[in-house]
């Protein structure tokens, strides 16, 4: 039987820091975690504020815990037991040299969405032009703008929340990372896609035409265009100017529950579902993407592993050149890039 880890009164509570790694790592495994003997070094290191390889050394000198730091790893070890994330518990999530400030109601970035990130950091990097201009769409906790911002320090990057709660968590990312040079939006991807429609309708209206005298009413006149928001303010002088847009946007198919209680029962649903095939809204961003990114522009995307041929397909019907998939560090397929062909109407 294990030692209860928060009952430091209890004489078998171990203080000696190896012993109560061995015996997290112990629970942890009984509940199912992947990989609980990171977790535990991670748990700890975030009590007693020191780095995973610093505690690892603690740990082997014999170093002993004082019984309330003992008590609070004790207490953590019991909430991740129970699969809450281990990002949830620190408040933390690292991304590329970043730490992230994550927690309930925004998505936990993922180690394969670093590919990602540097699919597009490589593209920013190729720009020629001096300040080259960025966008992420669906940004979550900020990890992609963030990345991008700080690896690419010429970069100006502009992303996009729908979420309330995932904004203010972003909102607290940029503050901290975002060097002045991220601009952070709240509004949904549609109201961009909306205003191209708009945009297009009053492109092939035709010239008014003079007043019916007999009733008053100018016989051509359609309904007004819908208002603009903060987001159709923002993005309007954009574009065709965008360099680069990448996104993680959801992807799970509506009826493909995921199976780790982390994901499933933690991460917002806004972030994981994506219509009944998971590609709702890549629909979307690729086609406003057409008219936001700049000829021979380049377009990135995160997806599920069976899931490239689609977007491949669907990319090059909206006129992107050179679809192409690639595999994350595990050898899945995670990213597919393309690039922009000649635009579509830009409607000043």
Same mark, same amino acid.
């Given at each position: 039987?294990?030692? $209860? =880890? ?15 790694? /061995? ?7 009984? !509940? ?11 748990? @700890? ?12 050394? =603690? ?5 002993? &815990? ?19 994330? =281990? ?29 990602? !990130? ?30 991008? !911002? ?20 972003? @909102? ?10 991220? $601009? ?20 092939? @209206?035709? !010239? ?25 303010? @923002?993005? #309007?002088? =954009?574009?065709?100017?965008?360099? &680069? ?8 198919? /509506?009826?493909? &529950? ?39 522009? #380049? ?5 599920? $592993? ?15 050149? /050179? ?12 990213? #597919? ?12």
């Amino acid at each position: 039987m294990h030692a $209860e =880890l928060n009952d430091p009164n209890d004489p078998n509570h171990p203080n000696d820091l190896a012993d109560l790694l /061995s015996e997290v790592r112990g629970r942890l495994g009984e !509940a199912g975690i992947e990989d609980p003997a990171a977790d535990a070094e991670l748990i @700890a290191g975030h009590v007693l504020g020191v780095s995973r390889g610093r505690l690892q050394a =603690l740990a082997i000198m014999g170093t002993a &815990v004082e019984p309330g730091q003992a008590e609070a790893i004790g207490d953590l070890a019991g909430e991740r037991a129970r699969r809450i994330p =281990l990002q949830h518990l620190t408040g933390r999530a690292p991304f590329r040299g970043l730490e992230l400030a994550v927690g309930p109601g925004v998505f936990v970035p993922r180690p394969e969405t670093e590919s990602v !990130a540097q699919f597009a950091i490589d593209a920013l990097r190729g720009v020629p032009d001096p300040e080259p201009l960025a966008v992420d769409l669906c940004t979550g906790s900020g990890a992609l703008a963030l990345a991008l !911002a700080h690896e690419v320090p010429t970069a100006r990057v502009w992303a996009v929340e729908k979420s309330r709660e995932a904004h203010a968590w972003a @909102a607290r990312n940029v503050a901290e990372w975002g060097d002045g040079r991220v $601009e952070l939006i709240l509004g949904d991807i549609a109201e961009l896609e909306a205003a191209d429609v708009d945009a297009e309708t009053d492109a092939d @209206a035709p !010239a008014p035409a003079a007043a019916d005298a007999t009733v008053g009413v100018d016989a051509t006149a359609t309904a007004p265009a819908a208002p603009q928001t903060p987001l159709t303010r @923002a993005f #309007t002088p =954009l574009r065709g100017r965008i360099h &680069v847009l990448v996104s993680n946007p959801p992807y799970v198919p /509506s009826d493909m &529950v995921p199976r780790d209680p982390e994901v499933r029962d933690h991460d917002p649903e806004l972030a994981l579902y994506g219509g009944a095939d998971g590609l709702d809204l890549v629909r979307v961003i690729s086609r406003i993407g057409r008219r936001l990114v700049v000829a021979g522009g #380049t377009l990135v995307l995160e997806h599920a $592993e069976l899931q490239g041929r689609a977007i491949r397909d669907l990319l090059a019907a909206d006129g992107w050149r /050179s679809p192409a998939t690639h595999p994350d560090l595990t050898g899945r397929d995670r990213t #597919t890039t393309a690039v922009n062909g000649e635009l579509p109407g830009i409607v000043p």
